[in-house]
């Protein structure tokens, strides 16, 4: 049931670094429950536009609107207090760590014993079994660590992890690189299952085929600018890999 | 060759599963089969080895190395090295005694000590974050600077105090009990169970490990790592002033050349107790064993009476091998 | 009345047409902060001084040392030296293959040279030709200091605590000790016991753990002195077991006026000051030279004499 209006919607945003303008008035929306293809070649201006939208740096022009309300993110924690999630491709997860910790990093449950505050061991193990479980992973502990976790293991726990502190935002950079065949298809059911769990997804890949099973609208940048928005319905994967690699207006005229 | 772990299934795991979860979950314990060959060994070569005082001696020697290398391995965990900190125990003993011997109060001088030593870490810690220089040139430098320092301010003699009667603060430091056993013990037992607990127990600890373990990661999931790298450099630095002042309160004299070479074999102790030099794995019970065989080795040699110039070469050997041993422990246990 | 003021007219322009100046340059690799080089100073500026105001002539001594232990330091330091064209030069021999270059060329030019401290420890014909060397001899030092060990007490076992493996001084210390007990019969070896005195004492108690019957142990620096006496005390064996020292400190002054320390050994490090400068103006002034070597050590201090040195160390004699 899509709510008709976005959940975040950043209006002509310009952003330059020096003499180069890494994006020029470009409008971008998500809405709620909707999984947003964002693709483009290298240096179109993606992750400039993610930056921009997780806090890591603010843009020179334009607005941004999450809920309804304008905001200004000013900082990465910003970002994830409104409920933006990210998951980086190799910095989702921490191998060395157990899953447990992973999983809680930043939002450990305490238990109080005097003026001290201990991590609720019990609690963060009681509640990754009954994540891993739904996610589908089999493992003896939740102490165990994420290194002996595939590829998509670690995708599907880190999306798992925003799904269960209530991300109502999720930005997945390359979720399905390097994975395996198999693997990624795993991931891409369980970024369906967390979109029908009310989470909205912005997918950034370079492989169209990919994002373009489970998306329901793409966003092509091209040279800093927004070149169209797209509904699944009007295009192929073919399409936009040709819109992308031939350049917008030539692409769309060989359509 | 690899554990391909897919829902549901768990495919070739390796024979002794259960051990292989455990000993994940605990990677002192090649340290601690390390302690038990060692005390075995020396137990049945050396006559004199099992006595009270024997142990006590040797956890004598274990504890001052220990309170410094429970700070480093705390620092090295977050992924970074202090090299400083045999100058830092030097400069802090040197301070103690200088201001003892100039008629301070004792418990002044040695906050002033710890203070300094405290100042040093927060330094070193200051400038490898903010320059982003590894902390093995930073504090390789401050290393050099600090030991410089001493050398010029003493002049290269040492500085002696010699009280009428022991003062009550050398012997909440230092002082004898139950026969051969010191309060430094004591300090450094509890040092390493409260530095544990944090770091397995708490939220700043679970920040230390994810801040060693990636720290892009991290950043990236909101753990402020600059901070917890500063925090940990000023622990490493404060405890190695601990360990000065403690020395000097049984000692009564510091001479420039106090702590040289400590940084070594204080981050030996901690590699050997199952803490990765690259930093994200490792905790301090393993510290405790690793120093418990560091102290162990040269002691043992001496009374099973190996030839006195053999012991750098002994105590080289056990260091790699013990590295070479955790690692293909954990190599192991991962698979 | 006349030819007297005119006799003493001459006699006075001749005097001071004879009156010479004489410039020595110490050059060491000794900082000016370190009070043992601070003795040798005040030795070179005694004997100025002295022979300043005794012969009429000036002497001026200058003292040259690095900051901070440096070999390149101290030959820059040598090499400004060389070019003010002394009327001598006093070296430490610290780093012979270093020093071998410019000293040479300072023979050359003249200047004559004295060593001090540290020699040239090569052969006759191979070494530095310096005039001769004025310093301690470790390997005597140590010879004396068993010698006079066992002229109180025959021990029925020896040792030499070592805390810096490999250093050459350290090492002939302790050949020269353990060689003369051995061929008085006492077993005598080298313990390696480092610099680190907590470790120091758990290495002297694991020794004393397999040989009890140790009775006269020789350290070789207050680096090795603090652990031993140190043990010593805790374990309640002071003055049971003869100990000898080398160098002073307050610790090691403490131990020998507490009776815990049978002496220490000295190189009277004055002497490496005074000396040469009287024997550099004695040299050039008249062309005299002494046959040998002068050794400044070993000198002990003990007992018998502990008082009147502390009394002269604060004075900067000692």
Known sequence: MNNHEPLVQMVNISKSFGTVQALKNVDFDVGRQEVMGLVGDNGAGKSTLIKILTGVFPPDTGEIYFEGKKVEIRSPKEARDLGIETVYQDLALIPLMSISRNFFLGREPVIRVGPFRFMDKRKMDVTVRQVLSEIGINVRSPEEPVAILSGGERQSVAIGRALHFGAKLLILDEPTSALSVRETHKVLDFILEAKDRGLSIIFITHNIYHVYSVADRFTILEHGRKVATLNKAEVSAEDIIEIIRLGYKEGKCRQ | ?335 | MKKVVLLALVIGLASLALAAEYTFYVVSHGGPGDPFWGVVMKGMQDAADLLSKGTGDTIKATYLGPAVYSVTELVNMLNSAIAARPQGIVCTITDPAALDEPLRRAISLGIPVIAINVPDPRPAGERIPYLFYVGGDEYLSGIKAAEKMLAVKKPTRAVVFIHEVGHVGLELRAKGFIEVMTASGVPAEKLAIGIDPTQAVDIIRGYFAKYPDTDAIFTLGPIGTLPTVTFLREQGLAGKVMLGCFDLDEVTLKAIKDGIALFTVTQQQYLQGYLPIVWLYLYNKYGFLPANDILTGPGFVDGSNIEKVEELIKQGYW
């Open chain 2, 1 to 335: 060759m690899g554990v391909r772990r897919t829902a549901g299934r768990v495919k070739n795991p390796p024979r002794f599963l259960h051990v292989a979860v455990w000993l994940r979950r605990h990677p002192e314990f090649g340290a601690f089969v390390g302690l038990l060959i060692v005390f075995a060994g020396f137990s049945l070569t050396a006559t004199r080895f099992l006595t009270r005082d024997s142990l006590a001696s040797i956890l004598t020697v274990a504890a001052e190395l220990g309170i410094v290398s429970a700070g480093i391995t705390f620092l090295m965990i977050s992924g970074e090295f202090d090299l400083s900190v045999g100058s830092v125990l030097g400069v802090a003993a040197m301070i103690f005694a200088l201001t003892a011997k100039a008629g301070w109060p004792l418990f002044l001088g040695w906050i002033l000590a710890l203070l300094v030593s405290a100042g040093i870490g927060f330094l070193n810690g200051f400038i490898t974050v903010r320059t982003r220089i590894p902390s093995f040139i930073t504090t390789l430098g401050t290393m050099m600077f600090w030991r410089g320092i001493l050398l010029a301010v003493t002049g290269g003699f040492p500085v002696s105090y010699f009280p009428t009667a022991t003062p009550t603060m050398f012997l909440i430091l230092n002082g004898r009990f139950a026969g051969q056993f010191r309060a430094s013990a004591l300090w450094f037992l509890g040092i390493i169970l409260i530095l544990n607990v944090i770091l397995v127990h708490t939220r700043y600890g679970n920040a230390v490990y994810a801040t060693g373990g990636n720290r892009d990661a991290a950043r990236v999931l909101g753990v402020a790592t600059d901070r917890v790298k500063i925090i940990n450099f000023v622990i490493s630095a404060l405890l190695a002033g601990l360990a000065g002042c403690i020395q000097f309160a049984r000692f009564l004299s510091v001479d420039p050349m106090r702590g040289l070479g400590l940084e070594l074999e204080a981050i030996a102790a901690a590699v050997i107790g199952g803490t990765l030099l690259t930093g994200g794995a490792g905790n301090l019970i393993g510290t405790l064993f690793g120093v418990l065989l560091v102290g162990m080795v040269r002691s043992g040699l001496v009374q099973a009476g190996a030839p006195a110039y053999w012991y750098q070469a002994f105590v080289g050997v056990i260091v790699v091998v013990a590295v070479v041993v955790n690692t293909n422990l954990r190599r192991w246990a991962l698979k």
